[in-house]
Each structure stands twice: as structure tokens, then as C-alpha cells.
């Protein structure tokens, strides 16, 4: 307990200071809570990684988004966030690129095994009872690799170009599958003798166990025979049999096999030391060459003699004449030695490339010793290592791209030959045409400046070059030039100074123009001359017009009087000028004229002057003018007399020119060259054509022309009118020829070459790309050089030469002594011989360069043999007699016995030992038949001339006679297959055909242009073409034609209105219709002549067929006309309409005068002086608007046939009534002129399918034998175009190779176990390797040749000796190999899941003997894929059932019994037992396996259908009971009062039959009055049920039995 006192201190501190500390509290809170916040209310958030970016491969760059963000969501301050914990924003990645899909790939292994699938972690275990199959899971391993080193990579480089496969699926896994074996063979027959025999039988292999099945059982069954008979004691029989051991190892002989002092001891160990080399005698090797040493020793085998029942006896009890040897000779083995390896070579790879590909380097070595005797055998000589794998610190690899050289001058004459072989030149070329040009591999310069991107790169091999390749030609065009189109000419002008402004001399000019109706096109279009001129005298620029007004009466209103004139000066082209410029005084203002009186005589006035009767003048004719006047008015008595009629006509000269016309006349300008004042702007331009060109002049000649007289002199030609003759120009660039540089040599070879008399050179190239042109410099005269190479290393020449072969080397005699009786030297040895490796110069050379250059070395050691005493001693084989020269016959050969061997019986056997040698005579006689199909029919090929670019050929041969071929097959006499060469030089049967040359639709040439359609203005000129042959053979196609199988052009054509015109002449005066002919007045008639005159002809007459002119518009040759007699009133003619406005307003009026010319006599008024008319559209008044023509078809030049052309329209004036006038009306009214009246357009070319060379025949896609077939191809250089010849469908032709027999190398049949002498044994089995020809079926009919003829490449498994053992008589040993079963697949309900499936065989053991069961082998099972499997079903079949027992068998679903397969859960019993037993009283199992009751009982069946009990049937005793009643078996047949009686019933027994305890406490003493009492009220209470503690009486249930046996 605290003291009060100081519980009160503690009381006031508390209270004085309890406002200060809370405060300090809250501060150092709020501060703590601060610091907290700033650590943990901003966080760093990351967004995702965007694309791979940068170069292709492992250099690009990931970036991505990093902001700081508050715990609440929203973004803040980069600063509020910790520095050190913010995430990276970069980091480096793999750019995948497009071509990265060659480089990379998904591996996939194959799928592992199916596994249960897993449950909540835990693999399931298999169940019990399975059915089909169970749901599994199996897996596999993806993985993203390079190709080409198979190096893992990250997965989404191939995610890029695929998606993952997957690394799981569901599966199936098939019930577990017991072995599954055949049906035992019957039992082997006891041997007989006496003694205890075995016997046995065998079974093989079906199918392996699969999935955890069950073993296989054993294979071997075996028992001792019946037929037992005991042997005697010491009588027991036996086999003996001579058992040949292995072969040691060879070896050389120790001394301690050395005899001293005639003793040989014989010691097989093999870890001494000490031995005895012996080598071959009587070689020196040279001193710069070490033959290698072969040392011969020996190896050694036991013999023993072996019982039957398996323990050994006494030599003697075998000892048999031909005694197998137990020592022989044998070659040391030696290893193969090599040399250290060389130097690596450099890596493949030196620059870095995005594709991660690794180079390569390798390293060799040479044999030193090759291996001997079976030593090792020689090591890999070459070894290939990865380099240079990342790359990083390599320097970037050069790219290259494909360059082009200049499209080259557009060739015209192509297509033009392809329509018309037979087409020549008629003039210059134009329109559409094919141009090339060249292509090249170059190196992708990096462009660091504009200079260096100019730089031309040298070309390269074309395989460097990725990607498509460029074209190298195409379509172009030539521009076609057309001349003018040109009016025609207007009349001749006054005669005018050539220059008005300064008017000299007394000679002037006679002017006339044209105007350009349509414009010249193209560079070398040209316009006619437009104006021509005609010198005249006494020229005048200015000219007074004078006109005529009212004649005014000097005094009354009749007689004389005056004219008043009004005079204007005008210039030569009409213009209205000031009078000062008239030269020429002007005319008086008055002129004297005559009223005529009231009696006076009237005549008319003077009309306008005619048309000039001729276009020019000469000495005889000149052209003349006529006006005329009439006599309106006769005159009355008193009056003044009309006028003489040679007074009423005037005359006057006309076109007094001379009819020789002067004009200008020019040539051509020429081409553009530079001037001395402007040569500083001139450049010269670079291969690119980038610089501007300069200014420079064109000129050209000017001559004055005389009209179809040639040249005249310049002045009689106007100056004024002369074109100019100088005109600047833009200089054209001049180009100067660009050439890549050469190319590199092209390598020389680095490894040696054969020596046979031919220089190796090595050759350089470089492409002109731009051609010189306009004055550039001129290309160099060499593109291809060529020299020989130098440090040529040829082929050293190497070859072995064999030394002579040494004696017979046998084995040693010490040796021979020590282990057999016989001291006889003689038999089986090896000899040996020296191998020299000699140069060209049969110089001794290493070893080392014969194997590298001289092939396999010949051998060192062959099998020889000594002969000995009994052996039998022949002459060597003579030679084959020679043999004549039928096929038939046959050589032989001979030899002979020597020595004693003449006298030895064995050695007289011909059988054995023959003297004579026979065989068949080499035929020389071939047979050959032809062979597969003719191949297409194939043209000659002519001679090629390399070409480095792609040449087009105007006419390729496609067709013509050529051959087809058919391969033979060469025989000899015995139908054996030989070279094709023996039958035919070409191995083919050679037929003439024929390739049916593509016609082209042919048309005819182009008619002659039709005239125009209308003689005035815009009409159409057609021409046309018709068919003459269609087209076949995959010609060019014809055009449309029309139905009368032609094909027109028409263009617009212009003709002008006044080229044909009606002239007329003055009316002739006036004839009165009188019959005395009297001159009088009255009405009458007048006539006039018309012709029609060409106003552009210059002849003389001008006069045409009146055909020409307008039909419509012809003049009226007569008019009705009257005489006005003295007293009649007398008017003038009517002057002109005046003119309606250019609108044609119907509310406008035009009016016409004419005046009083002589009044009456009477007081009558004259008729009227004006008239007025409204100006009614298309009747009065006219409108006028041009009228252009649609464009004409696109006309092209007559050389060209397609391309460029021109479309052409032609522009006409109409008048508002539709008819064509004069231009000059529309150009009277100023109207708009459209301005483009021709236009570009393009033709499209018909290109012939252009198609490159054929290629070389490849290689026949078999080496041999039949079925072998070549071919070559072509390819589409360009395809058709337009209608142009359509590309063939054959590209690729075909032939069959010429049967060739083939050579291979076959292996013989294992040889039967050979023990050499033995009866048992180890031995060796061998086959034979032979060379056969065959048809390229390794067929049993092939013929065994020469093995020269097979080559050096031995199969694969080229073992031809293997150790076999035979085994001795009562040896437990191992059966052959049993018959590989038929192949089975894995199936569930008859469907399989696997595509192959599996066979098997096996090998059981055979006991002969009892004493030798212990050492017997294990059996042996192999299995092995196979494909074209079956699903197979197993299935039980049984017997019928004998005294409850019958055969359970295993069957195979095609009819196989089998051991294994079926089901064991579902396997039916094979004996009958009734389950549960039979326990119940009186019951007993029946035949159907249930339980029934004896005779006299009838069954009480429970509801399951068991049997209850047995009930005794009442009277059964003395009555045989008839009924069956076990039928019921399965039918409950007590009621439901007994049911419920029988649950609640006191049972003193169990179903089993036993007593139940309860009755033995009812037998005791205290409770058995008490239970009686209890049990008797019981039975008080339940009346119903009373009496059933014993089971009621019932009536026995009867069925009927229906026999059977399983009731």
C-alpha cells in the first residue's frame, strides 16, 4: 500500500500538469503520424510494358509508364514518391521482325505418358474393376528455339508468329493388358532308350503386358515320358559330342612357350610381358618412308568331349578324322592412330546480324595408322563447333539490296515483230514498245552524307540479295508525231508593201492565208506553210473607198445632176484608218449623174463585178471581171434612147498576178547547242539527274519556195513574212555514262584441283546504268574482264604400291608341340606384305598423303595355306581357252595333279578336286526395248550466248519440227539389264515431231480513208480491215469484229463550206414574151449561166463537176423579168434587208428601200419605196454557234500498234437552222473558240507472253532403274497483255531417264553355325556381301557382279561374321526366334487411339536332360513397332456343361485361342458350385447351380429367391413325385400371411441349421414356466396367426419343367 501523503503529491502533480503532457502528447502524435503518412500514403504504380521498338533482335527497347499515386486513388507529384523505390521505366527486349519466321520455331517433344488425372493434389491409383479406360492427363514439353543451333529463346519471339502449342491434353488410359500367349505346341517325341526321357512343348508371345498388365507366363512347358524304362546298372546310354570352345585373344607367344632342351611348356596366361615379335621378312623400307609393322600371332580354342548329360569324357569317345583345330594364326590387333588436331579454322560468322545465328568453325586430323586385325577403329577426323554465338562485339553485317541500272531506249521493233513477223521499217518508229534494264546486287550503303549516297556500289552476288526481284522490263512508249490539219486558202489580198510602216519601191505582194484547223503533236510534227505571196507592181497599203450617194437633180426633178461622195481611207485588212495615210489624192466630192424624164429611157444600176474567171494570169490567158445594168423602162416618143447593149456591160482585168506563187519553206529545228553568251549557266548532269541544264539555241533553215518549181531566190519572198530562224532552247543534260565498279574476281578454287591441261581463270564484271547521252562521255569500251588465277594448288598425285607377299606365316611350333601331337608344319597361315606410298614421280612419300589422296590402301594381310603331306598338290589354272564369236559358246580351263597327289584315290574325285573349269564366252550381242512414255515433243536448242541481263526476244522459237524421245532398255543375251550406251549412243528411241505453230488472227491491211462524209463542215472518214484467218494454236486473238468480220477506224474530217461553190454570171437582159419579136415592153424572161468552181484549185478554169456543190443551194438559170413601157412608173431595185439583231427578237423589224427612178405620165402614185419585215428566227434572222465533235478514236502513227496516239475533234460553225456555214460566221460574232481540240491517249499494247530460255535438264530423280524421270522449265518473263498471245500451259517439260541398271549391295542369308570340325559349340555364322545389277528392286533374280561395280559405300549394317553357339546334346538352351505376331493397336470399344502399334516374338528354353535344368537361360521377349495394325477383341468361350464341370477358354476375335486377354473378373466357372452352399436340410446344389430340395420336399423360396427351407409333401413316401419345382427359384412363393406369420414366427433353427440360444434358455429349469405362460397369452391375443410355430401344411407349388439345365 502507497503512503497518503504521497498518493496526495501524486493527486496534485497529476492535476497541475495534466494539460501540459496531453498537449505534448498530441503533438508528438500528430508529428509521428506525418512521418508515417509520407512513407506510406504514396505509392510507386507501373503501367504495362509497351511494344518491342529498335532494331531487330536482342537491341530493342521496352518502355513503360511509372507514376506515384496516393493510397486513395488519385495521382500526385513524382516527388512525393521514394526515389529508390521507384520501378525501372526501360528495359531491353527482343524486336521480332518478319524474317525472324525463318529462324525461329516451336519444339515439341512428344507427348509423355498418360497419368490418372490428379485429384485435390493426389494422384488417383487405378482402380480396382476397370471397364474401358480412364481419364488421364499426359504432357509435353514447348519450347521456343533457333533452327539452326537449336538454342532455347524467349517463348514470345515465336509467340510473334504463332501461338504456343499446348503442353497438356486429356487422355486415355486403356486397362491394364495381360501378356497374351499362343496355344502350346503338341508335345516333342520322347527320344527312345532307356532311362528317364523328357518331353516338351512351347508357346510364344502375342502380345506384350501393357499398362501394368500381368507378366507372361512361362513359355516351356515339360514332362518325363510314360514310356519310362529303367537302365541296366553301368549300361546307361549316352550321346558324346566334340564341343569347341571360343577363340582366344590373339597373341603373340611367350617364351616361356620357347622349347629348351625338347621340352615345351604351354602357358596361357595373357599378362606376361615378355613375348616374341615376329614380322615379315624381305622388305627395306626407304628412309622416308616407315611401313607399319603387322605382327602375326596366334589364338587358341578348347575341345573337349561333353556326355549327354552334360559332364565331359574322355577325348577318344569323340575323336572323329576331320579334327577341329585348336590354334590358328591371327593379326595383332592395332588401333587406329591420328594425328593432333589442326589449327580451328576461322569463324564463319564475323559480322553481327539480327537473325542470333551462331557461325561456325571446324578443325581436321589425319590417319597415322589405320586400324589392324580389329583394333579400334578410326575416330571422327573433322570436328564443327558453334562461334561467335552472341555476336555483340561483332561489327554490324553489310546488307544488300537489289539496284537497278537505267530503263533502256524503248524498243518499238519487239511488239511490232511479234504481230508481223515479216514486218520491216517504212518509215520512222513510234508508239508502244518493250524496254529492259539491267539488275544487280549491291550493298546497302549508309547514307552519312548526300555525297555518299550517290556513290554506285560494286555488284555483288545475287544470292546476297533477299526478297522479290525488281522487274526488268515493261511496256513503254514512243511518242508518235502527226502534222497539222489546215484550212484551205482564202482569196488573193491587194497588192501592199511588204512592210506598210515603211513603205519602199514600187514592187509590193499579193497575200493569201490558211489557218490551223487542228494542231501538230508529237517532237516531230509539222505544220504546212500558212501564207503564200505573189510579187505585184504598184503596191498601196491605204485605199480610198469611195461610196455612191442619191443622184440629186441639178435643176427641176429630172436631167442631170450629181452624185455626192463620201470617201474613206482604209487599209489592207478593211480597217478604217486616217485619210493622211492615203497616198493617193482623194476623190471629188461630186460626180455627174442623170434623172431620167418622164419619156426618157430607165435603165438599172451597174451590179457588183463578177467573179474573177481565173485565179491568176499568164501569157495566154488573164483573168476578167464583168458587171452589167438592165433596161427597166423603154423609152416614150421624145424621150432619150436607151443605151447601146454593148453600153450595159463593163469589163475589167482581174488577178492579174502571175500564177507562180512564192513562200517560205523551213526545215527542221536542229538540236539545242550551247551559245557563247550563256555557256555559264550550262551543267552537266550527274547519273542522277538532279543539276538544271542550261540555255541554249536550236536553228534552223529557211528557203524561199517557188510553187512547184523548186528553190527560188530569197527576195521574192516577203522578209516580213520570213520565220524566224534562231530561238532559244533548254540545253538537254549532258550524261555521262555511270558504270558500277568491277565487281570482285570471282574466287579462285582454294581447294586442289585435278591437273588436266585447262587454265583456271577467274573473271570480274561491272554494269553500264546509265548510258551517255546529249555529248557525255562515252561509256568505256570493257564490262568484262578476265585473267588467269594464280597459287593454283593441284591435287598432288598419290598412289600405293603393293611389295610381293611374304611367306606363309604359321603358327609358332613351340606353339603347335605344346597343344597337339601333330609337329607337322603345314595348313592355314596368314602372309603378310609391304604397302609404299609412292608419288608422281615414284618418289617414297608418307603414309599420311596415300590416305588422304590415294584412297584405302590395299590390304596388308591375306589368308594363305601350307599344303601338308596328305593333301593334294595341283598345277596352277591355265589360262581360258579363247572364244569364238557366237554367244553360245563356252571357255575353259585346266589344271593337274602333281607329285604323289596323282596316285592318292581322294585326290582322283573330280567331284571334289576338278580339273576342269568351265564357263560361258562374254557376249557381246544387246538387245533393247523401249520404255515409258514418248516425252513431249522438244526443239532443238540453239547455241546460247551468255547474256548478263534478261533478254527479250521478239519471235522465240516455241514451235517447228523437233524430236521426242523414248528411253530404251539395254539387255545382254540372259536379259540381264546394261548401260544404255551398249544399245544407243543417247540411250533414247528418237521420232520426229512437229509443234504446231500459233497463228495469229490475221486482218488485211487498211483500206483507203473513205471521203468525207459532208462536203461542208464536220463529216467522217472511215477505213476498215477485214478477217482473213482466224486464230489457232493459241494464237493472238482477233479484235471485236462486227458482223461482217470487219473492223473500221473513223476520225472526223472537215471540209470547207465555200471549197465547192455555185458561180453565176449577169443575168442576160430581159426577153419579152412577143410572137412578132417586136422590141417591146411587157413582162418577159432572163437567164444567166451557173457553174460550180473549186476556190481552193489554182488552175485556171476552177471549174469542177457541178456533182460537188450543194444540189439544194443551185441558183435559178431563169427569172421571170418585165420591160416597164414609156408611161409606167419606174422604181429602183431593192437595196439589202438591213440587219436583224444578233438576238433574233421577234419584235424587231428589218427594213429595204428603193427610190423613184422615173415617175408616170399618168397621175398615178408609184408603188411603194420601203418595206419592213420582223425578224422571225431561222426564216430572216440567223443565229450562229460553233459545234464541236466528239473525240475521234485514238488514232495512232501508220508505223506504230499500239501506245501513245491522239484523239482528235473537229470544230464547225452551224447556223441556228442546223445547216454548216462558213467559220467566218461564228467568228464574225466573237463566240468563245474551245481550245483543246486533241488529246492524248493510249492504245494498249498486245504483248505476246514473253518466256525465258528453257533451263538445263535437271538431274534424273533416280540414279537408276526404271521410273527415273529429267526435267526442265521456264519461266514467265511477261505475261500477255491485251490481246496479245496468251502464255503457254506447258512451263515445265519432262522425259524419262535412260534406264540405267543399277548396282547395290546385297547381304547374303546368315550361314547355318559353323564349329569347323565340332559337334557343339561356339562357332560363327557368316554371310556373303555381293554386288548385284538389278531394275531398282533389290529383286531374288538380281545377278551377282563384279563388286567394283557397287562402289566403296557398304551398307549400314555391313557385319558379315557374328559368334554363334550350337548347343550339345542335353544342354538347356534357348529355341529359335519365334514368328513375329500379327501387328495390333491399342483399342477401347473397338476404336484405336495410336497409330502404331506393336508386334512381338520370343525365344524359350528346351531342357533335355534333368541334370541340366539349373543352367537353363531366361526366355526372351521382343517387341517392336509396326504399322497397318488391327484392333482385336478377346472374348471367353466354354463347353457345354458334363457332370458341372466344362472348358473355359480365352479366343482371340480372329478365331486365335490364347492364353491371356479376357477378363479375369468376367471369366465363367468352369466348375458349378452353388453359391451360397447348400445347408439347409434336405437341400442339395443342383444342375443349375442353385440350391433345390431332395426328393419328397418341396422348396419355400425367400424374396430374394434363395432357398428358405424344404417341406415334406404329404404321401410322398408312396408316391413318386413327377414335379420339378426349382423353377421358381426366383418367385417368392409363400403369401403375405406368411411372410407377416414369418417375421413375427419362433424359429428354432437359423437359416444356417444351427440351434438358436434362445431354446436353450427356454430348456432351462426357472424360465421355462414362465416363458410357456408368456408364450401361450401370446397366442392368446393373435387368434389369426394361432398354430404357426410350426410351419402350416400347404400345397405343394407345381411347375411345369421345361428341361433346362440351369432351372
Known amino acids: 500500500m502507497f503512503p497518503r501523503v504521497n498518493l496526495a503529491v501524486t493527486h496534485w502533480l497529476w492535476k497541475s500538469m495534466r494539460k501540459p503532457c496531453l498537449l505534448l502528447c498530441l503533438v508528438l502524435l500528430l508529428t509521428t503520424h506525418l512521418e508515417g503518412k509520407k512513407d506510406t500514403q504514396f505509392i510507386w504504380k507501373p503501367g504495362p510494358w509497351g511494344r518491342c521498338t529498335g532494331n531487330c533482335g536482342p537491341g530493342g527497347i521496352q518502355t513503360r509508364g511509372v507514376w506515384c499515386f496516393h493510397l486513395e486513388g488519385w495521382t500526385s507529384l513524382l516527388s512525393n514518391c521514394e526515389e529508390v523505390d521507384k520501378p525501372e521505366k526501360e528495359r531491353s527486349c527482343f524486336k521480332v521482325c518478319d524474317w525472324h519466321g525463318e529462324l525461329f520455331e516451336w519444339e515439341v517433344s512428344e507427348w509423355q505418358i498418360c497419368i490418372l488425372t490428379p485429384v485435390h493434389g493426389d494422384i488417383r491409383t487405378r482402380t480396382s474393376e476397370c471397364v474401358t479406360a480412364q481419364h488421364g492427363l499426359q504432357h509435353r514439353a514447348v519450347r521456343c528455339i533457333q533452327k539452326l543451333n537449336r538454342t532455347v529463346v524467349i517463348s514470345e519471339i515465336c509467340e510473334y508468329f504463332a501461338p504456343q502449342p499446348p503442353t497438356e491434353q486429356a487422355c486415355l488410359i486403356p486397362c491394364p493388358r495381360d501378356c497374351v500367349v499362343s496355344e502350346f505346341s503338341s508335345w516333342s517325341v520322347c527320344s527312345k532308350g532307356c532311362g528317364k526321357k523328357l518331353q516338351h512343348r512351347t508357346r510364344s508371345v502375342i502380345s506384350p503386358p501393357l499398362y501394368g498388365g500381368v507378366m507372361c507366363p512361362n513359355l516351356t512347358e515339360w514332362r518325363t515320358c510314360d514310356s519310362h524304362i529303367p537302365c541296366p546298372p553301368g549300361e546307361e546310354e549316352y550321346i558324346f559330342s566334340l564341343k569347341v570352345g571360343p577363340w582366344s585373344k590373339c597373341r603373340l607367344p611367350n617364351l616361356k612357350e620357347v622349347s629348351l632342351s625338347g621340352r615345351t611348356i604351354l602357358d596361357f596366361s595373357s599378362d606376361s610381358k615378355e613375348r616374341v615379335t615376329f614380322k615379315h621378312q624381305g622388305y627395306k623400307p626407304h628412309h622416308h618412308s616407315k611401313p607399319w609393322d603387322v605382327e602375326i600371332g596366334y589364338q587358341a580354342r578348347q575341345v573337349r568331349c561333353t556326355r549327354s548329360d552334360g559332364k565331359n569324357a574322355m577325348l577318344s569317345l569323340c575323336m572323329q578324322d576331320n579334327f577341329p583345330l585348336t590354334f590358328q594364326s591371327c593379326v595383332m590387333p592395332k588401333d587406329c592412330e591420328t594425328t593432333e588436331w589442326l589449327s580451328w579454322s576461322h569463324c564463319s560468322k564475323t559480322c553481327q546480324s539480327g537473325d542470333l545465328s551462331p557461325g561456325f568453325r571446324s578443325r581436321s586430323r589425319s590417319i597415322k595408322q589405320i586400324a589392324i586385325g580389329g583394333g579400334q577403329e578410326c575416330p571422327e577426323l573433322q570436328e564443327k563447333e558453334a562461334c561467335n554465338v552472341g555476336g555483340e562485339l561483332l561489327q554490324l553485317c553489310s546488307r544488300y539490296l537489289w539496284k537497278t541500272s537505267e530503263w533502256k531506249e524503248c524498243q518499238v521493233t519487239l511488239l511490232l515483230e511479234q504481230q508481223d513477223p515479216h514486218w520491216h521499217t517504212t518509215g520512222p518508229l513510234c508508239g508502244g514498245g518493250i524496254q529492259t534494264r539491267e539488275l544487280y546486287c549491291a550493298q546497302s550503303t549508309t547514307e552519312y552524307s548526300g555525297q555518299r549516297s550517290k556513290e554506285v556500289s560494286r555488284p555483288v552476288d545475287k544470292k546476297l540479295c533477299p526478297g522479290p526481284v525488281p522487274p526488268t522490263s515493261r511496256l513503254c512508249n514512243v511518242p508518235c508525231s502527226t502534222d497539222c490539219m489546215v484550212s484551205s486558202w482564202s482569196a488573193w489580198g491587194l497588192c501592199v508593201h511588204e512592210n506598210c510602216q515603211d513603205p519602199q519601191g514600187k514592187k509590193g505582194f499579193k497575200f493569201r492565208q490558211r489557218h490551223i484547223l487542228m494542231e501538230s503533236t508529237g517532237p516531230d510534227g509539222n505544220c504546212p506553210h500558212l501564207v503564200e505571196s505573189v510579187p505585184c507592181d504598184d503596191p498601196m497599203c491605204y485605199r480610198w473607198l469611195v461610196s455612191e450617194g442619191v443622184c440629186i437633180p441639178d435643176h427641176g426633178k429630172c436631167g442631170l445632176g450629181h452624185h455626192i461622195l463620201k470617201a474613206v481611207c482604209q487599209n489592207d485588212r478593211g480597217e478604217e484608218v486616217s485619210g493622211n495615210l492615203c497616198l493617193a489624192p482623194p476623190p471629188p466630192e461630186r460626180m455627174t449623174c442623170e434623172i431620167p424624164c418622164r419619156m426618157d429611157c430607165v435603165v438599172s444600176e451597174w451590179a457588183e463585178w463578177s467573179a474573177c474567171s481565173q485565179s491568176c494570169s499568164n501569157k495566154n490567158t488573164e483573168g476578167k471581171q464583168t458587171r452589167t445594168r438592165t433596161i427597166l423602162a423603154l423609152a416614150g416618143d421624145g424621150g432619150k434612147p436607151c443605151p447601146l447593149p454593148q453600153a450595159l456591160q463593163e469589163y475589167r482585168l482581174c488577178n492579174d498576178h502571175s500564177c507562180t506563187h512564192f513562200y517560205w519553206e523551213t526545215l527542221p529545228w536542229g538540236p539545242c547547242s550551247e551559245d557563247a553568251l550563256v555557256t555559264t549557266l550550262n551543267a552537266t548532269s550527274t547519273w542522277s539527274g538532279e543539276a538544271t541544264c542550261g540555255v541554249g539555241i536550236q536553228t534552223r533553215k529557211v528557203f524561199c519556195m517557188k510553187s512547184h518549181l523548186g528553190q527560188a531566190m530569197i527576195k521574192r519572198c516577203p522578209d516580213s513574212t520570213r520565220p524566224e530562224t534562231v530561238r532559244p532552247c533548254l540545253l538537254p543534260c549532258k550524261k555521262d555514262c555511270v558504270v558500277t565498279p568491277f565487281s570482285e574476281w570471282t574466287h579462285c578454287p582454294t581447294s586442289c584441283q585435278q591437273e588436266n591441261g585447262t587454265l583456271i581463270k577467274q573473271s570480274r564484271y561491272r554494269i553500264v546504268i546509265q548510258e551517255a547521252a546529249n555529248g557525255g562521255q562515252e561509256c568505256p569500251d570493257t564490262l568484262f574482264e578476265e585473267r588467269e588465277c594464280e597459287d593454283v594448288t593441284y591435287c598432288p598425285l598419290y598412289r600405293w604400291k603393293p611389295h610381293k607377299w611374304n611367306s606363309c606365316i604359321l603358327v609358332p611350333e613351340s606353339v603347335r608341340q605344346g597343344m597337339t601331337v601333330i609337329s607337322e608344319a603345314c595348313g592355314k597361315g596368314l602372309q603378310t606384305r609391304a604397302i609404299t606410298c609412292l608419288s608422281d614421280d615414284n618418289q617414297s612419300a608418307e603414309m599420311i598423303d596415300c590416305l588422304k589422296w590415294a584412297g584405302d590402301m590395299p590390304s596388308l594381310v591375306q589368308e594363305c595355306h601350307v599344303p601338308c603331306r596328305d593333301d593334294c598338290m595341283f598345277t596352277p589354272w591355265s589360262k581360258f581357252t579363247p572364244c569364238s564369236t557366237d554367244c553360245d559358246t563356252v571357255r575353259t580351263r585346266r589344271r593337274q595333279l602333281t607329285g604323289k597327289s596323282r596316285k592318292k584315290e581322294k585326290c582322283q574325285n573330280a567331284e571334289i578336286y576338278p580339273l576342269v573349269e568351265t564357263e560361258a564366252c562374254p557376249c557381246e550381242v544387246f538387245t533393247s526395248q523401249p520404255h515409258g512414255n514418248w516425252s513431249e515433243c522438244i526443239l532443238p536448242e540453239g547455241k546460247k550466248e551468255p547474256q548478263r541481263g534478261m533478254r527479250l526476244r521478239g519471235d522465240p522459237k516455241a514451235c517447228g519440227k523437233g524430236v521426242r524421245l523414248q528411253a530404251i532398255v539395254c539387255s545382254d543375251k540372259n536379259g540381264w539389264l546394261v548401260d544404255p550406251s551398249y544399245c544407243s549412243s543417247s540411250g533414247y528411241i528418237e521420232e520426229e515431231c512437229i509443234i504446231p505453230c500459233p497463228f495469229d488472227c490475221k486482218l488485211s491491211d487498211w483500206s483507203n480513208w473513205g471521203s468525207c462524209s459532208s462536203s461542208c463542215g464536220i463529216g467522217v472518214r472511215i477505213r476498215s480491215k477485214w478477217l482473213k484467218e482466224k486464230p489457232y494454236n493459241g ?573
Not at 493472238?1036 to 455555185?1062: F, G, T
Not at 428603193?1154 to 419605196?1169: F, G, K, Q, V
Not at 522449265?1273 to 534406264?1299: D, H, N, S
Open 1035 to 1607: 494464237g493472238r486473238p482477233c479484235p471485236k469484229l462486227d458482223l461482217k468480220n470487219q473492223v473500221h477506224e473513223a476520225v472526223p474530217c472537215y471540209s470547207e463550206c465555200n471549197q465547192y461553190s455555185w458561180v453565176v454570171e449577169h443575168w442576160s437582159p430581159c426577153r419579152i414574151n412577143s410572137e412578132l419579136r417586136a422590141f417591146r415592153c411587157g413582162e418577159g424572161m432572163q437567164t444567166r449561166k451557173v457553174r460550180c468552181v473549186n476556190a481552193t484549185d489554182d488552175s485556171e478554169s476552177g471549174r469542177v463537176d457541178s456533182a460537188l456543190c450543194n444540189q439544194a443551194e443551185i441558183p435559178a438559170e431563169t427569172q421571170p423579168c418585165s420591160l416597164l413601157c414609156p408611161n409606167e412608173c419606174v422604181m429602183s431595185n431593192w437595196g439589202q434587208w438591213s440587219k436583224c439583231p444578233q438576238s433574233c427578237d421577234p419584235h424587231s423589224m428589218q427594213r429595204r428601200n428603193r427610190y423613184l427612178l422615173r415617175p408616170s405620165l399618168s397621175s398615178r402614185t408609184c408603188a411603194e419605196d420601203s418595206q419592213v419585215q420582223p425578224c422571225i428566227l431561222n426564216e430572216n434572222c440567223f443565229q450562229y454557234h460553233y459545234n464541236i465533235t466528239e473525240w475521234s478514236m485514238c488514232q495512232l502513227s501508220e508505223n506504230s500498234t499500239c501506245g501513245q496516239g491522239v484523239r482528235t475533234r473537229l470544230l464547225s460553225c452551224i447556223r441556228s437552222d442546223g445547216k454548216t456555214v462558213s467559220m467566218d460566221y461564228c467568228e464574225q460574232q466573237n463566240l468563245e473558240r474551245p481550245m483543246k481540240m486533241s488529246l492524248r491517249c493510249l492504245v494498249e499494247c498486245a504483248v505476246n507472253c514473253q518466256l525465258s530460255e528453257w533451263t538445263t535438264w535437271t538431274e534424273c530423280s533416280q540414279t537408276c532403274g526404271h521410273g527415273g524421270r529429267m526435267s526442265r522449265t521456264r519461266f514467265i518473263i511477261m505475261p500477255a497483255q491485251g490481246e496479245g498471245r496468251p502464255c503457254p500451259t506447258q512451263l515445265t517439260q519432262q522425259k524419262t531417264c535412260p534406264v540405267k541398271p543399277c548396282y547395290s549391295w546385297v547381304m547374303g542369308e546368315w550361314s547355318a553355325c559353323k564349329l569347323e570340325g565340332g559337334d557343339c559349340g561356339d562357332g560363327v555364322q557368316v554371310r556373303n556381301l555381293s554386288c548385284v545389277v538389278h531394275n531398282a528392286s533389290a529383286s531374288p533374280t538380281a545377278k551377282q557382279v563384279e563388286n567394283t561395280l557397287c562402289g566403296e559405300l557398304l551398307p549400314q549394317d555391313s557385319v558379315l561374321q557374328l559368334p554363334c553357339s550350337v548347343p550339345c546334346p542335353g544342354d538347356c538352351h534357348l529355341t529359335d526366334w519365334s514368328e513375329w505376331s500379327t501387328c495390333e493397336l491399342t483399342c477401347i470399344d473397338g476404336r484405336s487411339f495410336e497409330t502404331m502399334g506393336r508386334q512381338s516374338r520370343s525365344r524359350t528354353f528346351v531342357i533335355q536332360s534333368f541334370e541340366n535344368q539349373d543352367n537353363c537361360p531366361e526366355q526372351v521377349l521382343e517387341t517392336r513397332p509396326c504399322t497397318g495394325g488391327k484392333c482385336y477383341h478377346y472374348i471367353w468361350k466354354t463347353s457345354l456343361w458334363r457332370n458341372n464341370e466344362r472348358t473355359v477358354w480365352c479366343q482371340r476375335s480372329d478365331g486365335i485361342n490364347v492364353t491371356g486377354g479376357c477378363s479375369v473378373q468376367s471369366q465363367p466357372a468352369s466348375v458349378r458350385q452353388c453359391n451360397p452352399v447348400c445347408r439347409k436340410p434336405f437341400s442339395y446344389c443342383t444342375q443349375g447351380g442353385v440350391c433345390g430340395c431332395e426328393k419328397g420336399y418341396t422348396e419355400i423360396m425367400r424374396s430374394d429367391g434363395f432357398l428358405d427351407y424344404c417341406v415334406k409333401i404329404p404321401g410322398s413316401e408312396d408316391k413318386k413325385a413327377d414335379v420339378k419345382n426349382i423353377a421358381s427359384k426366383n418367385k417368392p412363393v409363400n403369401s403375405k400371411i406368411h411372410d407377416i406369420f414369418k417375421g413375427w414366427s419362433l424359429q428354432p433353427l437359423d437359416p444356417d441349421g444351427r440351434v438358436k440360444v434362445w431354446v436353450y434358455g427356454v430348456s432351462a429349469g426357472g424360465f421355462l414356466l414362465l416363458i410357456f405362460l408368456i408364450f401361450t397369452s401370446y397366442l392368446v391375443c393373435k387368434k389369426p396367426k394361432q398354430h404357426q410355430s410350426t410351419p402350416p401344411q400347404q400345397k405343394p407349388l407345381t411347375l411345369a419343367y421345361d428341361g433346362d439345365l440351369d432351372m
